[in-house]
């Protein structure tokens, strides 16, 4: 997935907002929430990031790089 630029997130230094990447693993899974998130390095608009799910857990990657993962919570809400 590659993400927009999102105005604000920050001028000189644009950032995807962690927000964005939780939705859009929240869309990809339909878990309810997340019990458990770690973001580990920056991701900048226009990066191609993927996504990985094994059961209940999920890995963002860049190339070879992790830049965030957590546990979702399954189930309905």
């Given at each position: ?17 962690g ?15 997340f019990?458990?998130?770690r ?5 900048r608009?226009?990066e ?23 546990v979702?919570i399954?189930?309905?809400?």
């Amino acid at each position: 997935m590659v993400f927009p630029d999102y105005p604000g997130h920050f001028p000189g230094e644009p950032l995807v907002p962690g927000a964005a990447l939780l939705d859009w693993v929240a869309r990809e899974t339909e878990w309810r929430g997340f019990e458990r998130v770690r973001f580990v390095a920056p991701v900048r608009p226009g990066e191609d990031v993927a996504l990985e799910v094994r059961g209940n857990h999920f890995t963002i990657t860049r190339g070879a790089e992790v830049v965030a993962h957590g546990v979702g919570i399954m189930g309905p809400s």
